[in-house]
């Protein structure tokens, strides 16, 4: 189907985003293609999406680009900026979530590799994190260290008292 669609796509919308920030620069085009007859079919399929991405990391001295193509198939009939903010808040959700078990939790640096166990700790850090958003805090990292730190607060968090 990839294939197909690369070979095949041809852009009825487009829009353009760009974003600054971070030392970086990135400017994404959305295009959409509504013509699925050089596909095989997808029930449900409507919208084929095309994101071309350019992506200008600022070093000190110098300027790094990468570029990058990505597709997705919806059974959505939006335009092109409806469909271009639901994949940018899709994965802007999908960093912090990240970011936060990642940073606060090391969640990246485990070494639990077993199936059932992976699933398990990825749903024990997020209750730990919904407890302490629950609590009040809103700095996952000031969090972890208060619950480090005091077996009271501990217990007051994961209601144990």
């Known amino acids: ?77 939006e335009d092109a900026t409806s469909l271009a903010k639901r994949i940018r808040g899709y994965w802007g959700v999908e960093n912090k979530v990240h970011y936060v078990r990642d940073v606060t939790q090391g969640e990246d640096a485990s070494r639990i590799r077993t199936t059932p166990l992976v699933g398990l700790f990825v749903q024990a850090r997020n209750m730990a994190l919904n407890l302490y958003r629950e609590y009040g805090w809103t700095n996952m990292a000031q969090a972890k260290r208060c619950c480090e730190q005091s077996l009271d607060i501990l217990m007051d968090v994961f209601r144990m008292k």
């Open 1 to 77: 189907m990839l294939a197909d669609v690369k070979a095949n796509f041809k852009a009825e919308q487009t829009v353009t985003n760009l974003d600054k920030g971070h030392g970086r620069i990135e400017k994404r085009t959305v295009s959409i293609c509504r013509d699925l007859s050089h596909i095989r079919a997808w029930p449900g399929l409507k919208t084929l999406i095309r994101v071309d991405s350019k992506r200008s990391i600022i070093y000190d001295d110098m300027i790094v680009d990468t570029y990058e193509t990505r597709y997705y198939i919806t059974s959505l009939l």
